[in-house]
């Protein structure tokens, strides 16, 4: 079974006090069981198992209770792990739903295989869709901006810009506190080398190697009090 349907441990929670954030939870553990039971028979499993990296969960949404977090559990994670809203830019998530959508209607860019892939997907409605891609933008990052930070062409950011624009735009360091950014970039290493490996294989020696403390230095020193 491909890594990326993995069943995602949260811990316990009462009832009486959690009882919404239980039943998210368990909507998410019935979305996988089901994505996973389909996959596991089907010959196009492995195609999506590198798309998502495994480290955000269901807990980590934010608005968990919301329609649109709802939502994102229960279609997103039919194809691939759940996506973190911040991932992108609140422009750029129209264009990405509108691709997600498409695909999970059977259409795209493999043509008929595409529509082999998809079934027993279910696609959202238009009602649903727009709540989701709503509830996205809302929660999407938010880019920096560079007349803010007169320091983001020095040496000791090239290691920020470099990492972080290969996936999405430069996030801005007020998002989050110094502590909270320490473990934001260890989350983005796992991801980067998650993405970037073909199940087996092992890392280049002779590849570019990012300076970790740097790009945690910068975003201390820039980042909320």
């Given amino acids: 079974m491909p890594r990326l349907l993995h069943h995602v441990a949260l811990p316990l929670l009462v009832p009486a006090a959690f009882a919404s954030a239980a039943t998210a939870t368990s909507e998410y553990d019935d979305a996988v069981a089901h994505a996973k039971a389909r996959w596991e028979t089907s010959p196009h499993g492995p195609m999506l198992e590198r798309i998502l990296p495994p480290t955000f969960a269901p807990s ?3 608005q968990p209770d919301s329609a649109g977090a709802r939502l994102a559990v229960r279609y997103c994670v039919q194809c ?5 809203p911040a991932m992108h830019q609140a422009e750029k998530w129209p264009k990405v739903v509108d691709r997600m959508v498409l695909r999970m209607r059977g259409r795209g860019n493999l ?17 649903e869709t727009a709540t989701l891609l709503a509830w996205l933008r809302t929660n999407a990052m938010r880019p920096l901006d560079p007349a803010r930070y007169p ?3 020095s040496p000791q950011a090239q290691s920020f810009r470099v990492a972080c624009s290969q996936c999405h735009a430069l996030p801005d360091p007020q998002r989050h506190t110094a ?3 320490s473990a934001v970039v260890e989350r983005m290493l796992k991801n980067m080398a998650w993405m970037n490996r073909v199940v087996g294989s092992r890392a280049d020696p002779d590849e570019p190697q990012l ?8 975003l201390a020193r820039n ?3």
């Fill in 60 to 62: 980590q949404l934010p």
């Fill in 223 to 225: 980042a909320r009090k």
């Fill in 211 to 218: 300076r970790v403390d740097e790009i945690k230095d910068w």
């Fill in 151 to 153: 320091d983001l062409e």
């Fill in 80 to 84: 691939h792990n759940l996506p973190n």
């Fill in 179 to 181: 502590r909270e950014w």
């Fill in 111 to 127: 043509g008929p295989l595409m529509s082999d892939m998809m079934a027993g997907v279910a696609a959202p409605t238009e009602a």
